[in-house]
């Protein structure tokens, strides 16, 4: 079975399902996000984990429905943000349904997660610690892609002078470039990180945040 990480479930232009009523594609995503955190769930089963682990995953995904529903419901406007909303909380229960072994924190305005900020240039802080002396550095969320993104405002995360090098107590900024946005755009991106272990990747994690600019 593969890892649910690399699943893609993306139903971006899923025609049978498209509308232009945004409330009635709401209800869909809001009920696909509840049908889908059961094939997560599932996963969760599958592994067989210890009880502490096997509630900590579980809890994850559960926040993550509540979450992304509110949002779907509150801040998405249109039916493209709804799918980048509703995307975001498919990667964010991926990423509790394998786990979070490694300490990693992505901020925007000191949140994770679910955060808010001007359009712009928006500095992102990211923070990571290996275990057992392992080393961290910024890795790669799918082959050649460093970064998954997605927005209404065509946002990107700079790849100029990336901050590449291992380290101990990984703390950089990254630049993520949204002067095209305007109030109510939402942007979602995952940054993954890297364990390193004699210069070979010892583990990695992703880690989505969701940005709604005001």
Request: include cysteine; charge should be negative; glycine fraction near 6%.
């Amino acid at each position: 079975m593969a890892m649910p990480m690399d699943f893609d479930g993306m139903r971006t232009d899923d025609a049978s399902l498209r509308t232009d009523n945004v409330d009635d594609y709401k209800r869909t995503c809001i009920d696909f996000i509840e049908d889908i955190s059961h094939d997560y769930e599932a996963w969760v089963d599958y592994y067989k984990l210890p009880e502490d682990e096997d509630k900590r995953r579980r809890a994850g995904i559960r926040a993550t429905i509540t979450r992304t529903n509110e949002w779907i419901a509150k801040v998405a406007q249109s039916i493209k943000a709804v799918d980048v909303v509703m995307n975001d909380g498919i990667q964010k229960m991926a990423e509790s349904t394998a786990g979070k072994p490694l300490e990693i924190g992505v901020f925007v305005n000191h949140k994770s997660g679910y955060t808010e900020t001007n359009p712009g240039i928006i500095d992102v802080n990211v923070k990571g610690a290996g275990r057992e002396g392992r080393k961290m550095k910024l890795g790669f969320h799918f082959k050649d892609d460093r970064f998954r993104i997605e927005s209404t405002c065509d946002a990107y995360l700079d790849e100029v002078d990336l901050p590449t090098q291992e380290s101990d107590m990984l703390d950089v900024h990254l630049k993520l470039h949204a002067e095209n946005g305007k109030p109510r755009d939402v942007i979602s991106f995952t940054v993954t990180l890297s364990e390193i272990e004699n210069d070979v990747e010892f583990d990695r994690r992703g880690v989505s945040t969701i940005v709604h600019l005001v």
